[in-house]
């Protein structure tokens, strides 16, 4: 028997995104015939994956204003056609769109949408589709940045045809002072993971053409797929030397009392060598450039936007040296923490309540630089916790990156995308999936100060049995020496370097003979890049996960 489930358009009607009902015309809504307005939104394509149970995938697409829309998916355990009515929508032109059933992991499946009109029918199929988790990558040129310029590239690249099951979508750049409702362009349509759709087109250009796939995107996914046996999509909206403010819708500005970028900005990044290197130092701030896709809002319009329609299962993040070249270190917490809020608001909203209200939300902390900035920057990308989750970040998960430089260089775009990804996934499995693993590396819970003795012991949270300390180096810990007790002011005090002396299962000494004075604060790995490959002071040694930058206050 066949079941009828007739639902009406739901036009996404956010109210920190007013405007969404008047987007402008997309790429893929001017390709219609001159008979007929019916197609799929621009990111529907043969191989696609579709969010899994429990949530409902949204599947939606433009017609003839007044026409009916029936939409079935085959094969199924239960015959089902899904019913809409065509109404208007954005820019004057028709929309349709239904919810799914829940359907299980799996596949492959056909989607066929019908649209009749004064009695005349038109078809539509994606074909080979799957249901599986979606995870949008998204950031700047860390994000941006391809499989074939990451670490053992050719091999990794020949890896990618034994995972069919992981399919990949790659947006193109685009920049909007106004909400799009569709993609204008896009770079990489829906694919079967392979050599060829993992290598896209060569570099051509820093903050141009990074080509397609992401690399931290890739790994992530590929990792994820190894660990859960699902199918995975993953989408890649992200444009490289972009600042956040970009990436953050207007309420998110309005809160954080971000005024308007200006020319000005520019002042504060260093002028790169005239021949840029790929992975030189110069390279990144020849990426931060001053335009249209820095302003305000611009690529959530362009770029975030189109895809508040998807149900997905969550977010990966990597982005934050455009604002540490443009020294805006102060805000960065308040503009991060409120984008993940009214990220997950719009996708609950848009998805008509399918994507989670809190949906996971993962980020890479900042890798290496020469760049001072960095380290604060590091610290707002926590929101001032050190970790997370935090009670301002709840699901947030984050991958540490700051011991995975380059050998022998401060590039920004480090080639190991790969650790990056497998701690990303480590992360997602606990916060995402709700698996009871280790997923972070050792967090300090005290600090006690011997002043007799001139030492000062970090205690880490190894509450498990299993779990100890290892140091690699000796180095990486610092002490604020103040002439006033309880004072780490500049004109009254200096960091001064606090080696390691000794270390137990769960807690490190450090000497503080150093300072004479008042030992007031102390701080660990706190430099732009603070120590070689995976060579940092402090690590897990079963998990081999390091312990994140911190910086906290010592009472006496």
Partial sequence: MIMEHKTRVKFCLIPLVVVVLIGEATTSTDNFNGQSNFAWASYYSDHMVLQREPNRAVVWGYGDVGANVT????????????????????????????????????????VEAVQTTAGKGQSLVLKDVLFGDVWLCSGQSNMAFTVRYATNDSAEIARAADYPHVRLFTADMVASDSPLYDLRAIMQPWAVASPESISGPPHSGLGMHWGYFSAVCWFFGRDLYDSIAVPIGLVVSAWGGTAIEAWSPPEVIKTCNFTTPSPDRMDNVPKPASNSLLFGEASWEADIIVGERQNNSALWNAM??????????????????????????????????????????????????????????????LSVSSNENFPELRWTQTNGHGSVPNPDMPRVFMAVAVDLPIPGSTSVHPRDKQDVGSRLLLAARHVAYGEPVVFQGPLPRAVKLNSSAMTMDVVYNMTMSTLRLEVRNQDGFEICCSSKENSCKPHTSVWVPAKIIAHTENTVTVSTSMCEKYVTAWRYEWAPAPCPFKQCAVYCKETQLPAPPFKGKVKS
């Fill in 304 to 365: 975030i936007h189109p895809f508040l329609n998807m149900t997905m299962k969550g977010v990966i993040w990597y982005q934050g040296e455009a604002n540490a070249a443009f020294n805006e270190t102060d805000f960065y917490g308040c503009m991060f923490t409120n984008m993940i809020r009214t990220w997950r608001s719009a996708f609950h909203l848009g998805s008509d309540g399918q994507t989670e209200p809190v949906f996971p939300f993962g980020f890479v902390q």
């Fill in 71 to 110: 939409v079935s998916v085959y094969p199924t355990e239960k015959g089902k056609v899904y019913h809409s009515i065509v109404q208007i929508g954005p820019a004057g032109k028709g929309v349709w769109k239904v919810t799914l059933d829940a359907m299980p992991a799996g596949g492959p499946h056909t």
